[in-house]
C-alpha cells in the first residue's frame, strides 16, 4: 500500500510595491526554482508558485499607479502555510 498524497493547496496573495527580481529573489531563497527568467512562474518538490500583473491606480491620483502581483502558491496544503509565513516575512521588510 502507498502513502496518499498530501492534500492539493492554494493560497493567493496580492502584493504591491516590490519589483519582480525581488520577489523571484525571495522566492529563490525559499528554494523555489524557475524554468526560465522571463516565465513567471517556480517551484519546488512540494509547492510551485506563479504570478500575473496589472497597473493599479492610486485612489485620487492623475493616473499614477503601482504594479500588483497576483501571486498564486499551490502543493501541498500542509506546508504553504509556512510557505506563506515565510514569504510574507521577506515581502515585508521590502528589500532591507
Do not use: C, N
Not at 520577489?23 to 516565465?39: C, N, P, S, V
Not at 519546488?44 to 493616473?63: K, N, Y
Amino acid at each position: 500500500m502507498t502513502d496518499p498524497l498530501p492534500p492539493p493547496g492554494r493560497v493567493e496573495l496580492h502584493i504591491r510595491g516590490l519589483p519582480e527580481w525581488l520577489i523571484r529573489k525571495y522566492l529563490g531563497e525559499m528554494g523555489a526554482m524557475g524554468d526560465a527568467e522571463d516565465t513567471p512562474e517556480m517551484h519546488t518538490g512540494t509547492w510551485a508558485v506563479s504570478w500575473t500583473t496589472q497597473h493599479v491606480s492610486i485612489a485620487g491620483s492623475s493616473g499614477i499607479g503601482l504594479t500588483q502581483f497576483d501571486i498564486t502558491f499551490t502543493g501541498d496544503a500542509t506546508v504553504l502555510p509556512d510557505v506563506e509565513t515565510q514569504f510574507m516575512k521577506k515581502a515585508q521588510r521590502g528589500g532591507g
